[in-house]
Structure formats: C-alpha cells, structure tokens
C-alpha cells in the first residue's frame, strides 16, 4: 500500500509540473475586457480553539484579504481558495470549517477589520470603488505537518482565462481534453523550523506572482 502510495504521489506530481510547464502566464496588458480586483493580504497566521470532540484542540489557518474594485465596472465573483503543501496535498478554504472559527477571527481582528466577513458570506458580485472594498478572511483547517512549504492560490480576482491540452487525459477521440485555466494569486511560504511542532510554526513569505491555474 505504501508503494502504491509513493507511485501515485509521483505520478501526481509529473501531471502537476507538466500543466504548470504548459500553462501561458497572464496577459501583460489586459484586454478591454478583462479585469483584476486590487488586493491586499496578510500573511497566513493560525488559530487554536477548543473542541467538544476527540481530539480536543483543534488548529486552523487563515488570511485577511482586502479587495478593491477599481475596474470601473461591478463584477461577478465567484472565488477558490485552495492551499497546496510541498507534499502535494491540496486543501480548499473552508473544509471542515464551522462559522464558530470565523467568529473567533473576527473577534480577534475587531479593530482593524470591524467589517470583517466570511469567504462564503460575501456573495457574488464586487461593486465598483473604494467604497464599497471589502475585508474577507479565508479559513483553512490544519494541514500535513510534514509540509516543509505551502503555496495559497486565490482564484476568483479576475475574469482572465486561458485553454490547454491536458498533459495525459484524452477524449474518446484520442485527443487531448481541454483544461481551463483563471488568472491566480499564488503566495508561496516556507515554515521556519520544524514544521511539526505547530504551536511554534511560523511561516516566512517567499513572494506572490500572477499565474494561470
């Protein structure tokens, strides 16, 4: 079972790195008709509450992001938000997650970000102006601890897309199925120490760039 394991993490890995190679990057001048949302963000932190279940104490991440709508126009928004380990393991924002953890995070950011809402409580739509800018934490339960390096991707900050052929998945044709790619921030961090020991994990900011995923 362990081998078949390692086999498939593998070949996960070779599917991953050939749609990243084959990935175009982001339009340098946007078109007329595509848009990004001004964003700012804090660096991932953690939170550790109390549970009434087995394992007592239970640990989550999470980040504060600030969107701005300058584009001129009102948007449709419909984001993703998932965080990858160096060990190839994906966690989407807000699984496992209760309201009761937001909460908490509001609670603990009440003066910087009295406004503060959930990722899946902001709806789908981003009106035009500083106005009406948003702050919206993104939530993720805890991850491998044998994570050495995660990568955030926030998916949903703009309407820029992009098709290639997938690397291995064909048709019943043969031909290569379409994959289809959106406009991404990606943050990438390294754990200072050992990894493991959560309680002292911290994490060190390596960069943001705009890729296609």
């Given at each position: 079972m362990m081998r078949s394991f390692v086999y498939g993490t593998s070949a996960l890995a070779v599917v991953i790195a050939c749609v990243c190679l084959a990935a175009p990057e982001p339009a340098i001048v946007p078109g007329p008709s595509q848009w990004t949302i001004d964003t700012v963000f804090t660096h991932p932190q953690q939170i550790v509450l109390q549970s009434s279940g087995p394992d007592r104490l239970k640990r989550f991440w999470y980040t504060i992001i600030t969107l701005t709508n300058n584009t001129n126009r009102d948007v449709e928004f419909y984001p993703k938000?998932?965080?990858?380990?160096?060990?190839?393991?994906?966690?989407?924002?807000?699984?496992?997650?209760?309201?009761a953890?937001?909460?908490?995070?509001?609670r603990r950011h009440q003066s910087r970000y009295p406004f503060l809402e959930p990722l899946e409580g902001i709806g789908n739509k981003l009106l035009?102006?500083?106005?009406?800018?948003?702050?919206?934490?993104?939530i993720w339960p805890d991850f491998d601890t044998q994570a050495k390096n995660i990568k955030v991707f926030i998916t949903g900050l703009s309407n820029e897309t992009a098709a290639i052929d997938h690397p291995v998945a064909k048709d019943k044709t043969g031909r290569p199925l379409k994959v289809f790619l959106r406009k991404t921030l990606e943050l990438s961090y390294a754990f200072r120490?050992?990894?493991?020991?959560?309680s002292d994990a911290n994490l060190a900011y390596k960069g943001k760039r705009w890729i296609m995923r």
């Open positions: 938000c998932d965080l990858m380990t160096d060990t190839f393991r994906i966690t989407p924002a807000g699984k496992g997650v209760s309201p953890v937001f909460g908490h995070i509001k035009q102006g500083e106005d009406n800018t948003k702050d919206v934490v993104i120490g050992d990894p493991s020991l959560r």
